[in-house]
Structure formats: structure tokens, C-alpha cells
């Protein structure tokens, strides 16, 4: 597997609150963007506190290649990374209503398997086209999904930064499982709204088929997102299948 990860804090904001990782470990990569929300730098300490605790469980794991083990792994990590901020949140006043979105994804060879909170995405290109994977945890895709605005509507909805979920504002979190298989010369993307809200699905088939190696490409679509106004923090986790297992970056 080919692949890249990097994070960008944009042309606006002053600091970066977005986090992540790419690891590799027995031709396995865990895959991580978590996109922090919450005042006096609290969204950065969210995002990074959910990465590293996932990075140490991560350094700590033998997992089999099943979807099922995945599944379970992500799902009592994730829940573990939830706890673990919100208790952080109740004992430090600074960082009251600090909360993160989350896309993690346990990648091999011949399956991807993605836990996910909030509004940042994954996304597959294979030859059946290209896909978003995760449905966002906000107030605009709920009004989508219940037909009270239309796609277009949403994309300029002055609410659209509005989540319905995230990782450590609340005790009790609903969280989104997905397994799927894919193939050699597939592609995978997980980002933050940063680069979502820049680009469009036509801009991200075009990059993900390019035949670029995956660092240009990921470094041209946080270029691109910079050139259309790059208000927020951006990243991007790109994953070229190249039917190998070993780590090829």
C-alpha cells in the first residue's frame, strides 16, 4: 500500500486543530483524522489527545485480518477515546465542551474497515466510480436526508458547521461501523471538512485516478483548498492499493 498523510493549517485560522496518523504494522495501517472543536486551543488538545490514544492502543494490538476483530477493536477504542476526553473536559475548565470529529480506518490489502463521528469523510475510488463511505453527523445532512433542503441548499446553509455527533462532549456516543472490500489500484481518502468543503466530488475523482504517487497528490488537493480560500484547517490521509502489504510510501 502507497500512502500519505498531511495536515495543513489553511490560510486563516491561527493555529491547527485538526490531528492524525498513518501507521503501519503487520501490513495493516491504521488510518486517523480528527478534525478538534472548542475554545482557548481546547479543539487542538481533543484531536490530539483522540490521535495519540489510538496511536498507543494501536502500537499495543495483534489484530487478525477479520472484519469482525476490526470492527470490535475500533469500536471499543473509540469509545475508550470518548470517555477519556470527557472526563479530561469535566476536570479541566479550559477545556469544557472541547470535542473532536473522528474517521479512523483499519486498512489491509483486501478490506477497509472505518469507525467515524462527526463531519470529516472517507471516500473510495474503484471501478465502479468513486464514493463517499461515511454520511456526516451534522445538521445539514440531517435536513438532506429528511428532504427539508436539497444537496445544493446544504452546501451554502449558513448552519452547515453545526454537528449532531462528536467524540467528547457527550458520555454516551452512537458511532458509525463500516466494512467493505476493495482492490488493487483502489483508492482511499480520509479528510477533514477542510478539504470537503473545497473541493468538489469531480475534483476528488480526478486527483484519486491521477497516476501521481499519493505525497503530490495529497500535497495538490491541500493546495488546492489553500487556493480557494483555505479558511480552515485541512487534512488528508490518501491510501493507494497496490495489492501488496508492505509499507511502500
Keep these: 500500500m502507497n500512502f500519505s498523510f498531511l495536515t495543513d493549517v489553511g490560510k486563516v485560522r491561527p493555529h491547527n486543530e485538526d490531528n ?34 489510538l496511536k498507543e492502543a494501536w502500537e499495543e494490538a495483534s489484530l487478525s485480518p ?40 483499519i486498512v489491509d490489502k483486501e478490506r477497509v474497515t472505518i469507525a467515524h463521528i462527526g463531519d470529516s469523510r472517507a471516500y473510495l475510488l474503484n471501478e465502479h466510480g468513486f464514493s463517499q463511505k461515511t454520511r456526516d453527523h451534522s445538521l445539514v445532512n440531517e435536513l438532506v436526508r429528511t428532504g427539508q433542503i436539497s444537496d445544493e441548499e446544504a452546501e451554502h446553509h449558513p448552519r452547515k458547521n453545526v454537528l449532531l455527533r462528536a467524540l467528547g462532549t457527550e458520555l454516551d456516543i452512537k458511532l458509525d461501523l463500516t466494512t467493505f472490500s476493495w482492490e488493487p489500484d483502489d483508492v482511499l481518502l480520509l479528510c477533514s471538512d477542510g478539504l470537503s468543503n473545497k473541493l468538489s466530488n469531480e475534483d476528488f475523482a480526478r486527483y484519486m485516478s491521477g497516476t501521481k504517487e499519493v505525497n503530490e497528490t495529497a500535497r495538490e488537493m491541500v493546495q488546492l483548498a489553500n487556493d480557494r480560500g483555505g479558511e480552515d484547517n485541512i487534512t488528508v490521509a490518501l491510501i493507494k492499493n497496490t495489492g501488496s502489504s508492505s509499507e511502500d510510501r
Aim: hydrophobic share 35%.
Design 66 to 105: 477479520s472484519s469482525q476483530e476490526s470492527e470490535g477493536w475500533l469500536r471499543n477504542q473509540v469509545l475508550h477515546v470518548n470517555e477519556s476526553l470527557y472526563h479530561y473536559a469535566q476536570k479541566h475548565e479550559e477545556c469544557q465542551g472541547m470535542g473532536t470529529t473522528l474517521v479512523a480506518a
Design 20 to 53: 492524525g496518523t498513518i501507521m503501519e504494522k503487520n501490513g495493516q495501517l491504521l488510518v486517523v483524522v480528527a478534525d478538534g472543536m472548542g475554545g482557548h486551543q481546547a479543539g487542538d488538545v481533543a484531536s490530539k489527545m483522540a490521535t495519540e490514544l
